[in-house]
Every structure is written in structure tokens, then in C-alpha cells.
């Protein structure tokens, strides 16, 4: 078992919004997701052998990912150890309304940044 400190997922390059401070480049207006379900069998190889201590979703905005609800529950299944930080600017927060639920399953191993 090999070991890593802290990684992050980028799960999207999209952005509702087009920030000048921009540090990921997503204020260039480019696309694209990486659903969970076309990545989920490489990253279950990855938990059989890699322990992350923390782990960071984000984007763009994670929470514009139509699969986005899936990757937190797909990572924090797959690392149960781990402590997990949603990185959002948080405008699009409503449009998850089980969200709190589901981040409570996990007792507070997963935090919105």
C-alpha cells in the first residue's frame, strides 16, 4: 500500500463564473466533466493500493459536474479514511438540495470550502 498525504480531483473545467485571480484557468472558458461513472473502476484500482490522508474536490465549480453528488460519494467510499474538502464558490449550492444529507452520512469527514 503505498501512501500520499493529500490529492486532489478536479472533476470539472467548467465555471459559472469568469474571475481575472482566477489560479485553475477556468476564466478561460473552458469545458468539459469528468463524470464518475467513466472513472470509477480506475479510481477503485487506485483504493486498493493508495491511502490518502486528505482529499480535495474541485474544478472549475464542482458543483456544476451533472455527476457531482456521485463523485462525493463514489471517493468517500473508496478512501473511508479520508478527509474529503469541496472546494465551491457555493453559488450553485441550491441546486443540490440532498447535498446536507448526504455530507452528513459521512460524519463530517467531508467539508464544503
Not at 486532489?8 to 469528468?34: D, M, P, S, W
Amino acid at each position: 500500500m503505498h501512501h500520499l498525504n493529500y490529492a486532489e480531483f478536479h472533476i470539472t473545467h467548467v465555471c459559472n463564473l469568469n474571475c481575472k485571480n482566477c489560479n485553475r484557468f477556468n476564466n478561460y472558458a473552458f469545458a468539459g466533466h469528468q463524470k464518475w461513472a467513466d472513472y470509477a473502476d480506475i479510481y477503485a484500482q487506485w483504493a486498493d493500493i493508495l491511502s490518502i490522508n486528505h482529499i480535495g474536490i474541485l474544478g472549475g465549480e464542482p458543483t456544476l459536474n451533472p455527476s457531482f453528488i456521485d463523485w462525493i460519494i463514489g471517493v468517500a467510499d473508496l478512501w473511508p479514511n479520508s478527509t474529503i474538502a469541496i472546494t465551491t464558490n457555493g453559488t450553485q449550492l441550491n441546486k443540490w438540495p440532498d447535498l446536507y444529507k448526504i455530507l452528513n452520512r459521512y460524519n463530517g469527514r467531508i467539508s464544503i470550502e
